[in-house]
């Protein structure tokens, strides 16, 4: 996903396409395709249930899904719920709107048609007005790229709005390498310390969301949503390894040294499919009170 302001969280690390002009960030869709299987298969199940509860079975469901990307997020919900579904793609690239368009689902778990429409815009400044007649609000990897005042506003016009919000695969600052190497501690502790860089809110926003969205007279329920990358992941698991380091890099330059050859043994191991990570996200979902609900 692509936010208003800042790039993709890191369990995303992000990869710039190039051309990106200086007012629109642009995040290539070959990076955000190849994460896509494991984004689908991380993505917890266990709050679909509760979901379809909330939305019931009567009338269309109107889905607005902010910082879409290139869609991911619709092509694994849609053919899971059942009814005729609307998707408003919100996003600030144009590029991934068209490639999210383009490549959107046709039809719900029932066969009920699904249909796309488009908005572009910084989904930062975003009031209850804009999700008005929303029947649910997903987002992916947005959450840990917010800052504490973005995500208030964020969580308000959720809940303004009444209607759910399904926010997915948020990081929570903890990684599984297998087999493991002393350094990496300290390249996780620098890369969390970097995602939390400018007031970010990095591996620390989830129980943040769950405190903010509780104050504001919502339930919300959190389920573990973690990578599970191996063998047949390489080329992912090269990819994320190369943000990671670099992103630890960036925070401690005197890491240098000892990351690059760190790096470069992890990538041989990876080549070798015999490296094993697990990058830990979790769910969350959130059910504010229906609008007009008596307090």
């Not at 993505?43 to 879409?68: I, Q, T």
């Not at 405190?211 to 339930?219: D, K, S």
Request: overall charge negative; hydrophobic content about 45%; glycine content about 10%.
């Amino acid at each position: 996903m692509s936010t208003p302001s800042t790039p993709p969280g890191p369990g995303a690390h992000p990869v710039p396409a190039e051309g990106s002009g200086p007012d629109v960030p642009r995040y290539a869709p070959q990076w955000l395709q190849l994460r896509e299987p494991a984004d689908a298969a991380a993505r917890s199940r266990e709050l679909l249930d509760p979901l379809r509860k909330r939305l019931g079975a009567d009338g269309d469901v109107v889905v607005h899904d902010l910082g879409c990307g290139t869609g991911s997020m619709g092509r694994w919900l849609a053919p899971l719920l059942d009814g005729a579904q609307h998707w408003v793609l919100h996003d600030r690239d144009p590029y991934l709107l068209h490639f999210a368009t383009v490549s959107a689902p046709g039809t719900a778990a029932d066969g009920s048609r699904i249909t796309v429409t488009t908005r572009r815009g910084d989904i930062g400044r975003l009031t209850p007005d804009a999700l008005a007649g929303a029947s649910l609000v997903t987002a992916s990897a947005l959450l840990d790229v917010l800052t504490a005042e973005e995500l208030e506003a964020f969580a308000a016009a959720c809940v303004g709005a009444g209607c759910p919000a399904l926010l997915t695969l948020s990081v929570v600052g903890r990684v599984d390498l297998t087999p493991g190497h002393p350094l990496d501690r300290e390249i996780a502790d620098a890369f969390n310390a970097h995602q939390r860089r400018g007031g970010l809110l990095g591996p620390d926003a989830v129980p943040a969301a769950r405190t903010v969205f509780e104050r504001l007279g919502a339930t919300v329920g959190v389920a573990a949503s973690p990578w599970r990358l191996g063998a047949e992941q390489a080329a992912l698991t090269a990819e994320w390894l190369r943000g990671w380091v670099g992103a630890a890099v960036e925070q401690r330059p005197d890491l240098a040294d000892r990351a690059d050859t760190y790096l470069q043994d992890r990538l041989a191991l990876c080549a070798a499919g015999r490296l094993d990570v697990v990058v830990h996200h979790s769910d969350i979902l959130v059910l504010p009170r229906p609008k007009g609900a008596a307090g």
